[in-house]
C-alpha cells in the first residue's frame, strides 16, 4: 500500500470506525481475495466491539501488498458512501505533494 493510501486511512481512522462494520462481507471480501489471512479473520473477530474490529482491520490493512487499498475500497459494497468519501479524498490527496502544497 502506498504511503498516500496509508495517511487516507490513517486521517479517516476514526469516522471508519464510526460507520464500516468489518464483520460481514468487508473481512470475507479481503480473505477471499488473499488480502487477509485466516490468522487475520480471526484476530478481527476476536475482537469485543465492532469499532475494535474495524480498528484491527484498519491496523492490518498497510502491511498487506500494494493492491489491499483497492481491495478494501471493493469490499465496501454494502457502505457506498464510505467508498465514495474514500475515492473523493484518495482524489484530493493525489493533487497535492508531500509537502501538501498544489501541484501546477
Given at each position: 500500500?502506498?504511503?498516500?493510501?496509508?495517511?487516507?486511512?490513517?486521517?479517516?481512522?476514526?469516522?471508519?470506525?464510526?460507520?464500516?462494520?468489518?464483520?460481514?462481507?468487508?473481512?470475507?471480501?479481503?480473505?477471499?481475495?488473499?488480502?487477509?489471512?485466516?490468522?487475520?479473520v480471526?484476530?478481527?473477530?476476536?475482537?469485543?466491539?465492532?469499532?475494535?474490529?474495524?480498528?484491527?482491520?484498519?491496523?492490518?490493512?498497510?502491511?498487506?501488498?500494494p493492491?489491499?487499498?483497492?481491495?478494501?475500497l471493493?469490499?465496501?459494497?454494502?457502505f457506498?458512501?464510505v467508498?465514495?468519501?474514500?475515492?473523493?479524498?484518495?482524489k484530493?490527496?493525489?493533487?497535492?505533494d508531500?509537502?501538501?502544497?498544489?501541484?501546477i
Amino acid at each position: 500500500m502506498d504511503a498516500r493510501d496509508k495517511q487516507l486511512l490513517r486521517s479517516l481512522r476514526l469516522e471508519l470506525c464510526t460507520e464500516v462494520l468489518v464483520d460481514g462481507v468487508v473481512i470475507q471480501y479481503l480473505y477471499q481475495e488473499g488480502i487477509l489471512t485466516d490468522s487475520h479473520v480471526q484476530e478481527i473477530k476476536s475482537q469485543t466491539t465492532s469499532q475494535r474490529k474495524t480498528m484491527m482491520l484498519l491496523d492490518i490493512l498497510p502491511t498487506r501488498g500494494p493492491k489491499a487499498f483497492d481491495a478494501f475500497l471493493d469490499s465496501l459494497q454494502e457502505f457506498p458512501w464510505v467508498k465514495e468519501k474514500l475515492i473523493v479524498k484518495r482524489k484530493e490527496m493525489t493533487v497535492q505533494d508531500p509537502a501538501g502544497k498544489a501541484r501546477i
